[in-house]
């Protein structure tokens, strides 16, 4: 007695949806990481070298920009394991218990999700 269930081959196997619908949405995802990502990367990278590679290196014989560069490594030490430890624990907290201020806690987490870059960038201005 033959047992086996054999899916369509119109039909995704993993998902059970249409293979055409997987395949639009994945090209709606590429076409937006391209223009979101690719694209201005690309616009940078190549208003950078605009004026040879040359010039692009010799920006990095200022002191200025070395500043900056120790600056952001500086930074990113900090920030990267700091962020890690409270996301980690703040993930772990949300998941596993339940606590007053439960609530507080989930809406922090999300607002950099709905407060915009510039609103929060007028505020450290404004304040």
């Known amino acids: 007695m033959n047992t086996q269930h054999t899916v369509p081959t119109h039909i995704a196997q993993s998902t059970g949806e249409p293979v055409w619908l997987r395949r639009t949405l994945i090209g709606i995802a590429l076409v937006f990481v391209g223009l979101f990502l690719v694209l201005p990367l690309a616009a940078v990278f190549t208003e950078a070298l605009r004026k040879g590679a040359e010039a692009f290196f010799d ?21 990267v394991p700091l962020n890690l430890i409270f ?12 606590f007053r201020g439960k609530a507080l806690l989930t809406t922090l987490v999300d607002l950099p999700f709905s407060v915009s870059p510039v609103v929060a960038g007028l505020i450290y201005v404004l304040v």
């Open 87 to 98: 996301g980690v624990s703040a993930a772990w907290a949300i998941a596993k218990f339940e």
């Open 59 to 79: 920006a990095f014989k200022e002191p200025d920009a070395w500043s900056a560069i120790k600056l952001t490594l500086l930074i990113t030490a900090i920030a």
